[in-house]
């Protein structure tokens, strides 16, 4: 057994950051990731990261943008705290070393990015993501911080109402360990791998949400699904709000710029919230106006092959790559595909969870700061802030009375599961989990009726029982990849019942979340977020008033 004061589940921008935080604080920290640190999904993020740095903007304005884009459902105090908290976390990286897009005057670069009233997103090109990454783990190992590299851990260590650490699978090995900690921070990433159209590395399984429902922290907020304007149709790759931010422009089969020409945003047009541009795209795909494979078309055309190469270089190279498209000479086709999640485990701004000990950060968390509908630019954003708090937070608050024995007991119960999976049974792991990624993709995506959200849960809970009897082919201890999915397997059936029990039970339309019947956004009721609560009968569904402060809720356009 390893023991240490904090426990970083997941190594992406977010524990990192918090790993950092927490050694800086003087904590004996480790993290203990699936993937190597810079495999982390943290550097497929390509557009950039918000902050009010010029003296022309204000973090007050980037609250109210933020807030407005959560249709009025993220929680104002956590947002104030992100946004205020943002310029000096920019200059942090840059002074980490994070190599950002400069002005001719050498000044950190900013463009325009949706729902944002001031162009206040730096970037580094179009792979701030990976720039972020980089720069992070280079502090990791300046500070000599344990790294437990592929280690994926199944459970956290529940006794007498506090978390005392994690069991771990080594897939190098195949053996099950256990993780002592103080305070146990999870950031393993978001659930897109819940659908089958998707801009999330296949690692994102939803693992620390699933872990957190299952030990009793409820999941907060999960209906909230974002789905990308433009990703690419082949593959789901994403391509960058960057594009849009730059000027890109989106057109329709009849060569209209429909976002102006249809009234979807009169006034920001491309630049809409991300909720806004994927419903106007599918609209004009619904309505005949699109192109093959449910696909609108980005033209960067206008941009000249310079300028693509010095801000676009990768999408150059993606849509080159997968699609067999120039954008220096034509458009790139374009599709709605799930991109983020807004929900996940219910914590407060330090990353505080219902159970002690139990810390959440990133996109694993839900504050909310996001709300209904996150702005692009703030994701990467929400990780070193609420990185840098919980990592704190967790280091001066971690528990001294850990139980050893009880994450023994732990690794005991895993072993006999692991077992049980390794011994047989009816039906193989990919099948169950295509069938409900392919349910997910077509009743739960961009718009939702109650028809087919009770046909999706219908499947998922035939997916619940037929878990049960889940057949592992590979017999092999070594790099079993057959036997990781099939327990990544378990969270992806956690998060798609959330996800569609959320969004069934909500009768509104409100940020990404939109639905047939109930098309208006309803203030009076559901101004609210949702918790659901893991119980041996099932999920078990409650709710929580917003945290309002100084905005309040009013029609929302652009």
């Known amino acids: 057994m390893k023991k240490h004061d904090v426990l970083i589940i997941g190594a992406g921008g977010a524990g990192l950051r918090a790993a950092v935080a927490a050694h800086e604080a003087g904590a004996d920290v480790a993290m203990v990731t699936k993937l190597h640190p810079v495999r982390s999904h943290t550097g497929a993020a ?20 933020t807030v407005k884009g959560s249709d009025y459902i993220g929680d104002q105090d956590a947002i104030e705290t992100m946004t205020e908290e943002a310029p000096n976390e920019v200059i942090r990286l840059e002074n980490m070393g994070m190599a950002f897009s400069r002005t001719e005057n050498g000044r950190m670069a900013q463009r325009a990015f949706g729902g944002l009233s001031f162009p206040r997103t730096t970037y580094a090109s179009d792979k701030t993501g990976h720039m972020l990454l980089h720069t992070m783990y280079e502090q990791v190992m300046k500070r000599g911080i344990t790294v437990y590299d592929e280690y994926f851990v199944t459970n956290v260590v529940r006794e007498n109402g506090k978390c005392h ?16 900690g103080g305070a146990t921070v999870l950031a393993t990433g978001g659930s897109g791998q819940v659908f089958e159209h998707t801009t999330n590395a296949v690692a994102c399984t939803g693992d620390g949400t699933s872990m957190a429902y299952r030990a009793g922290v409820p999941m907060e907020d999960m209906e ?58 599918l609209t004009e795909v619904q309505e005949g106006r699109g192109f093959e494979d449910g696909c609108v078309h980005l033209d960067l055309t206008h941009f000249g092959e310079e300028k693509i190469e010095e801000r676009l270089s990768q999408i150059l190279e993606l849509a080159r790559d997968f699609e067999d498209v120039d954008p220096v000479t034509e458009p790139i ?43 692009g630019g703030n994701a990467l954003l929400e990780l070193v802030v609420m990185g840098k708090l919980a990592g704190q937070h967790s280091a001066n608050n971690h528990l001294t009375n850990v139980s050893t024995s009880a994450v023994e007991q732990a690794v005991d119960d895993e072993r006999a599961r692991i077992d049980e999976l390794m011994s047989g049974g009816k039906e193989h792991q ?64 956690d998060c798609a019942e959330t996800i569609t029990i959320g969004a069934l039970k909500r009768t509104e339309s409100r940020g990404a979340h939109w639905r047939y019947e109930h098309q208006d956004r309803d203030d009076e009721n559901w101004l609210k977020h949702t918790y659901v609560y893991h119980t041996e009968d099932g999920p ?19």
């Open 46 to 65: 390509e557009g950039g990261i918000n902050a009010a740095l010029k003296d022309e903007d204000d973090w007050k304005d980037h609250a109210y943008d």
């Open 165 to 180: 650490g994690a069991v771990a699978v080594d897939i190098q090995t195949g053996e099950v360990e256990g993780f002592a």
């Open 224 to 281: 909230f699904v974002q789905f990308h304007p433009t990703t690419l149709p082949s593959t789901g790759i994403l391509i960058t709000e960057g594009c849009r931010g730059e000027g890109g422009e989106l057109y329709n089969n009849k060569g209209e710029r429909f976002m102006y020409e249809y009234g979807y945003a009169a006034n920001d047009g491309e630049l809409a919230s991300r909720d806004v541009v994927s419903r106007a795209e």
């Open 333 to 375: 086709p374009v599709k709605p595909g799930q991109h983020y999640m807004m929900g996940g485990v219910a914590c407060d701004a330090n990353g505080a969870t219902e159970l002690d000990g139990l810390y959440a950060v990133g996109e694993t968390a839900c504050v909310s700061v996001h709300g209904a509908n996150r702005l």
């Open 430 to 493: 990919s099948v169950i989990r295509q069938d409900v990624q392919n349910v997910m993709t077509e009743k739960v995506n961009v718009f939702r009726a109650e028809e087919g959200l009770e046909e999706a849960l219908e499947v998922i809970d035939e997916a619940k029982e037929r878990y049960e009897d889940v057949n592992v082919k590979d017999s092999s201890k070594t790099f079993n990849t057959d036997l990781i999915q099939a327990l990544e397997l378990r969270s992806i059936i």
């Open 540 to 558: 078990e569904v409650k709710y929580e008033d917003v945290e309002i402060k100084d905005y309040k809720p009013k029609a929302r356009s652009y």
